[in-house]
């Protein structure tokens, strides 16, 4: 099976933009939806991105998701952040089996 | 609004085995495949299981694999996870969480912890 890869933690300033990355380590990221969970601390998940760009109902649009084929990897793009992103954010794909992103940890200060 | 309420969780011994159940409501649960993901303490997200609308397709991660059985009661609206031989490694906060779509998940139940300890 594939592993996506996260970064372990990203920080930014209130009011900037930050990207989060998650590369597919073998297979086309292409292949298969990449979805993006939110996960406050002491909280339980929350799906942000599906379908690698579609919002549910209620996520701001200052959320994002995006695949790029020639880096083989997924993004979630934040802008305008507020204090209240800060969260770990898991990538999660599909290839005969579920899989998650190890996590990257977004600190907004 | 969906709501789904994991519980059954608790302490148990290595070798032992517990129920968790998951409890749905505001949508129509048999038309939805279900999922068990978990989290160990300070760890990331691990899928554990998945069940179609039907029970007609099951599937596991390896590391459960022989050892926990999931199942469904579609007149219940209720998801269960019945685990056995329990070992340290599977303790967890255990999610239940619908179908998205896709192959995501969503949305996600509070979660139930479950803690294999002598």
């Known amino acids: 099976n594939f592993m996506l890869t996260q970064p372990h933690s990203v920080s930014e300033s209130p009011g900037k933009t930050v990207t989060i990355s998650c590369t597919r380590s073998s297979g086309s990221i292409a292949s298969n939806y990449v979805q993006w969970y939110q996960q406050r601390p002491g909280s339980a998940p929350t799906t942000v991105i599906y379908e690698d760009n579609q919002r549910p109902s209620g996520v701001p649009d200052r959320f994002s998701g995006s695949i790029d084929s020639s880096s083989n990897s997924a993004s979630l793009t934040i802008s305008g952040l507020k204090t209240e992103d800060e969260a770990d954010y898991y990538c999660?794909?599909?290839?005969?089996?579920?899989?998650f992103g190890g996590g990257t940890k977004l600190t907004v200060l | 609004e969906v709501q789904l309420v994991e519980s059954g969780g608790g302490l148990v011994k290595p070798g032992g085995s517990l129920r968790l159940s998951c409890a749905a409501s505001g949508f129509t649960f048999s038309s939805y495949s279900m999922n068990w993901v978990r989290q160990a303490p300070g760890k990331g997200l691990e899928w554990v299981s998945s069940i179609s609308s039907s029970s007609s397709y099951i599937y596991y991660a390896d590391s459960v694999k022989g050892r926990f059985t999931i199942s469904r009661d579609n007149a219940k609206n209720s998801l269960y996870l019945q685990m056995n031989s329990l070992r340290a490694e599977d303790t967890a906060v255990y999610y239940c969480?619908?179908?998205?779509?896709?192959f995501g998940f969503g949305p996600w139940g509070q979660g139930t912890l479950v803690t294999v300890s002598s």
């Open positions: 969480a619908r179908d998205l779509g896709a």
């Open positions: 999660q794909s599909y290839d005969s089996s579920w899989v």
